[in-house]
């Protein structure tokens, strides 16, 4: 479920007295904070980009949680996620996978956000019920299907993070993957692979969680 969105009313912007005065919306507000990042955004940045003052803002928005909900809910509402028509619980868990890495590539820094934003996961409440009734269909009780849906949603966020920590680019301009194999020594256990700006080990690591889940599914 998404929390009701903020009432589209137009805002005047700030420019010429002069000449009619454009407006901006809420989609206006959203466009901007996602752009900047969706963990980075201050309001005060959202409001230089769309050409208005931070008070301005504040009309549509009572705080920047209020728009950071905004953005979650934008985002949870453009993607599209598994239907729960599966033709079995191991392709109801990789879509699940699949859909959480798209809207993490998709929109910058919200794996930061699902992992530090309290209630974050309030906006894919629907989702998350239609894949527990899917996965009780397939004999999962519906305290193993949230522990096999946050265990594999943890999993993609978590290595999406430190994906993302690796493609950043640092004050110098460098990658963190740059900055990782030129500190590499030749005695490293882990040593720099290109598979790390991508998806790194998290298809070995949805294999390995859902042989375990063939093997015993727990209760909590």
């Known amino acids: 479920m998404?929390?009701?969105?903020?009432?589209?009313?137009?805002?005047?912007?700030?420019?010429?007295?002069?000449?009619?005065?454009?407006?901006?919306?809420?989609d206006d507000?959203?466009?901007?904070a996602l752009e900047i990042g969706i963990a980075r955004f201050t309001l005060a940045q959202v409001a230089k980009r769309i050409g208005v003052s931070t008070s301005a803002v504040y009309r549509l928005f009572d705080s920047r949680d209020d728009l950071v909900h905004a953005c979650l809910a934008?985002?949870?509402?453009?993607?599209?996620?598994?239907?729960?028509?599966?033709?079995?619980w191991q392709e109801v868990l990789r879509e699940w996978a699949e859909s959480s890495w798209e809207a993490c590539e998709r929109y910058p820094g919200l794996d930061e956000v699902l992992f530090?934003?309290?209630?974050?996961?309030?906006?894919?409440?629907g989702v998350a019920r239609s894949l527990i009734e899917s996965l009780r269909g397939f004999g999962f009780t519906e305290p193993q299907a949230l522990?096999?849906?946050d265990?594999?949603?943890?999993?993609?966020?978590?290595?999406?993070?430190?994906i993302s920590a690796l493609?950043?680019?640092?004050?110098?301009?460098?990658?963190?993957?740059?900055q990782v194999v030129a500190d590499a020594r030749e005695d490293d256990a882990f040593k720099p692979q290109e598979s790390w700006i991508g998806r790194g080990?998290?298809?070995?690591?949805l294999d390995f969680i859902i042989a375990g889940l063939e093997e015993r599914r727990p209760e909590v």
């Open 74 to 88: 934008r985002g949870a509402a453009s993607m599209e996620w598994p239907n729960g028509n599966s033709e079995s």
């Open 116 to 125: 530090t934003f309290p209630g974050a996961f309030r906006h894919v409440q």
């Open 167 to 178: 493609r950043n680019q640092g004050e110098d301009g460098r990658t963190g993957f740059e």
């Open 2 to 26: 998404t929390p009701t969105s903020p009432a589209r009313r137009p805002v005047r912007r700030i420019g010429r007295k002069t000449g009619p005065k454009p407006s901006f919306t809420v």
């Open 151 to 162: 265990f594999i949603g943890d999993t993609v966020i978590s290595t999406h993070l430190s």
């Open 201 to 205: 080990f998290l298809d070995a690591k």
């Open 29 to 32: 507000v959203v466009d901007a």
């Open 147 to 149: 522990f096999a849906l």
